[in-house]
């Protein structure tokens, strides 16, 4: 079993910056990947940004070139860092970890609003 406590998320303008962060415990050696995923109301989640074991990265294009997905060295808590947000990318960001099963974390708010 992975558990999963995600942080950092709050009220920013339009433009500014926040960092998430995910924290893995339990059987993290499992772990073969970690990525993040959102939920705007009405719509359905979709995939952020993902980071695998060898530390491949990838991410959607809306968020190209602003958002940015890393890990701690010993790859139990990685982080989204998000600058020039938008309005749009408003929604609940949710950490996920795939390995021996899929695991999610609880979600935590992120606004964008002036």
């Known amino acids: 079993q992975v558990q999963l406590v995600e942080s950092g998320g709050g009220l920013v303008q339009p433009g500014g910056s926040l960092r998430l962060s995910c924290a893995a415990s339990g059987s993290t050696s499992s772990i073969n990947a970690m990525g993040w995923y959102r939920q705007a109301p009405g719509k359905q989640r979709e995939l952020v940004a993902v980071?695998?074991?060898?530390?491949?990265?990838s991410y959607a294009d809306s968020v190209k070139g602003r958002f940015t997905i890393s890990r701690t060295s010993a790859k139990n808590t990685v982080y989204l860092q998000m600058n020039s947000l938008k309005p749009e990318d408003t929604a609940v960001y949710y950490c996920k970890a795939v390995g021996g099963g899929y695991y999610w974390g609880q979600g935590t708010q992120v606004t964008v609003s002036s």
């Open positions: 980071i695998t074991r060898a530390g491949t990265t």
